[in-house]
């Protein structure tokens, strides 16, 4: 059971560049997140899924954009990077978004924009 | 609108004193709280969470957490800190749509 997973660890981009972070989870949960992490700021919401299929925007989802083809994977895109889009990126999942749920973190993805 | 504070970025102590990390919140209703823990490079873990009930929560690694619904606090403690609990503690909670609201974050460092 490898819980929630991220690929890649690390990247470098250039502005303008484009990529895609991929998250994947082997619990069956339905809800998952992305979230990116800056220092002094916490965790902000990206976007997230309720399920396959579904999408919605969060707290900043400017210049991201997301995808839930299959219940497992949720898909983040940087069509264009920025400077700005520097961080690291946290993917997460749970079962759903009831009253206490826990959220199951990756690891982490570090993007460095140049 | 939901709302958590972290008024501390670093707190400091020493191996085998009490620790304190405090969190305050602002929620319309009733509060669900947690509390995670992140290990140098490492994703955020849950420690605990209060949903209802005994205002002390009991969680991972010895840690615990106070609900002062008076004083809108959920602070998180451990009686006897250890060089190993150093990380980056976040108190979070969840909004009406479910979601969860991250503070900013404190920076515990436990020395020997």
């Known amino acids: 059971n490898a819980g929630v997973t991220q690929t890649p660890k690390f990247r470098v981009l250039k502005t303008g560049q484009s990529m895609t972070l991929l998250c994947a989870q082997d619990m069956n949960h339905e809800y998952m997140y992305w979230y990116r992490q800056d220092p002094g700021m916490g965790l902000r919401l990206i976007h997230y899924?309720?399920?396959?299929?579904?999408?919605a925007k969060g707290e900043v989802p400017d210049g991201y954009n997301v995808s839930r083809l299959k219940k497992q994977n949720f898909l983040l895109g940087l069509e264009s990077a920025a400077p700005s889009q520097t961080s690291v990126y946290f993917c997460a999942s749970s079962y759903f978004s009831g009253s206490a749920e826990t959220q199951y973190f990756g690891p982490g993805t570090r993007l460095l924009v140049l | 609108a939901q709302s958590v504070a972290q008024p501390e970025d670093q707190v400091n102590v020493a191996e085998g004193n009490p620790l304190t990390v405090k969190c305050t919140y602002s929620?319309?209703?009733?509060?669900?709280l947690f509390w995670y823990v992140q290990y140098p490079n490492r994703g955020l873990q849950f420690l605990l969470k209060y949903i209802t009930g005994d205002n002390l929560v009991k969680g991972s690694y010895g840690f615990e957490a106070e609900f002062n619904k008076s004083q809108t606090s959920f602070h998180l403690k451990k009686p006897s800190a250890l060089v190993s609990d150093s990380a980056l503690y976040f108190c979070?909670?969840?909004?009406?749509?479910?979601?969860?609201?991250f503070g900013q974050g404190t920076e515990l460092s436990v020395k020997p």
């Open positions: 899924s309720v399920g396959e299929g579904t999408t």
């Open positions: 979070a909670v969840r909004d009406l749509g479910g979601k969860l609201i």
């Open positions: 929620v319309s209703g009733n509060p669900y």
